[in-house]
């Protein structure tokens, strides 16, 4: 199984800033098989990145996917409100594991 | 649209099988080209996936457990299902539904349509 480590466990950022978050894998994992999800307070998780770096329906383009091998990144070009989340990345090269989320918070 | 809604016991006694079903509307279960998946989160924690089914019956699970899981498929009720068996505390949390779907131009997949989600408490 592979596993997925994001940093850090909390960005603390203002509007109009850019966010950086970063999803390590324990082994390879293919870009294609990399996606990022989005979960609000209350609310199911919403798919943002999938294939590591294109956006899914809808999303935002200040939100962008990038990465390979082992290193993944999301980052946020400039941070608005209801960007205040938790952000998943996935893999399912090997079965289907999310990494343990960083929490976005805006100041 | 197609959208996905959980249902069944809030509360379930350890040691007993939790059991809930996810109900497709607006689109047919049978139709193919995705496949149906439970996932759970623990309260404050992130997400760990269960299991998948197609409409035809293939399935994977998650081999941590994959001893307790059954998930199982009902296109005539447009519904999938989850038994969870031998429950502890540990077991406790919001399980979603969520279609597993891929993209025409690449064989990329994701989770792209999520159930809002429904608490089951493990408790006596």
């Known amino acids: 199984e592979i596993v997925l480590t994001q940093s850090p466990g909390t960005l603390s950022l203002s509007p109009g800033e850019r966010a950086t978050l970063s999803c390590r894998a324990s082994?390879?994992?293919?870009?294609?098989?990399l996606a990022w999800y989005q979960q609000k307070p209350g609310q199911a998780p919403r798919l943002l990145i999938y294939g590591a770096s294109s956006r899914a329906t809808g999303i935002p383009d200040r939100f962008i996917g990038s990465g390979s091998g082992t290193d993944f990144t999301l980052t946020i070009s400039r941070l608005e409100p209801e960007d205040c989340a938790v952000y998943y990345c996935q893999q399912y090269g090997s079965s289907l594991t999310f990494g343990q989320g960083t929490r976005v918070e805006i100041k | 649209q197609v959208q996905l809604q959980e249902s069944g016991p809030g509360l379930v006694k350890p040691s007993q099988t939790l059991s809930l079903t996810c109900t497709v509307s607006?689109?047919?279960?049978?139709?193919?080209?995705?496949?149906w998946s439970w996932i759970r989160q623990h309260p404050g924690k992130g997400l760990e996936w269960i299991a998948y089914?197609?409409?035809?019956?293939?399935?994977d699970y998650n081999p941590s457990l994959k001893s307790r899981v059954t998930i199982s498929v009902d296109t005539s009720k447009n519904q999938f299902s989850l038994n969870l068996n031998s429950v502890t505390a540990a077991d406790t949390a919001v399980y979603y539904c969520?279609?597993?779907?891929?993209?025409?131009?690449?064989?990329?997949?994701?989770?792209?349509?999520w159930g809002r989600g429904t608490l089951v408490t493990v408790s006596s």
């Open positions: 607006g689109g047919s279960i049978s139709s193919g080209g995705y496949y």
């Open positions: 082994q390879s994992v293919s870009s294609g098989h």
């Open positions: 969520a279609r597993w779907a891929t993209t025409v131009v690449a064989p990329y997949w994701f989770f792209d349509l």
């Open positions: 089914i197609y409409y035809s019956g293939t399935t």
